[in-house]
């Protein structure tokens, strides 16, 4: 069942946003497919932008679910193009928000089924977990790994993760794969 997202507000502060009872969030290197993944829980083509140009989707984007239960879209990391100071605010607002946001109770991380975990999808899953900060894994774009192949890189990528490969979950937005499974998770993560 899509996920009825209605969009609440935009936030260049995590202190900006509204409080919320229970909360997602989702987070992950530009480009790993994060907007569609979003787009395909809710059934919907531009509900979180899916858009290429660096710097212009440096927002927390906040969407409210019928439960009241909330889910955040959290800025991508590693654009290579900005500049090394709105790297450090990008920084700040997402360590701020991930240690400091109440009611915070997941968060998705997003990497490329097809060539993750880069080294910042590493670091990232070694401060979350230095942090105390609860997450789990979601690999994207599973379409476009070959099905003989298939096998070896969930074992590769969990590897990677430092996870087992059960702790995965894989998803293809194109085709639609393990988007229910994604779906029940997070509805039931946020229905009270
Ligand atoms: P974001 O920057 O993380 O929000 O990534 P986007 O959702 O904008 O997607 C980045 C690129 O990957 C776009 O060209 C998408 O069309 C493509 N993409 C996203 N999801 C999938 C997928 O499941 N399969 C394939 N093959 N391509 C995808």
Known sequence: MPLQFTFVTSAKRYSDLPPTPCEAAFVGRSNVGKS?????????????????????????????????????DLPGYGYAKVPGRERSTWQAMIEGYLLEREGLELVFVLVDGEIGPTKLDVQMLEWLRASGVPHTVVATKIDKVRPSKLATRK???????????????????????????????????LTP
């Open 36 to 72: 569609s993944v979003i787009n395909a829980l809710a059934n919907r083509r531009q509900l979180a932008r899916v858009s290429n140009t660096p710097g212009r989707t440096q927002l927390l984007n906040m969407f409210v679910l019928p439960s009241g239960g909330t889910v955040v």
């Open 155 to 189: 074992k590769e990528l969990a590897k990677g993760c430092a996870l087992e490969q059960g702790d995965i979950m894989w998803v293809s937005a194109s085709k639609g794969t393990g988007i229910d499974q994604l779906q029940r998770h997070v509805d039931a993560l």
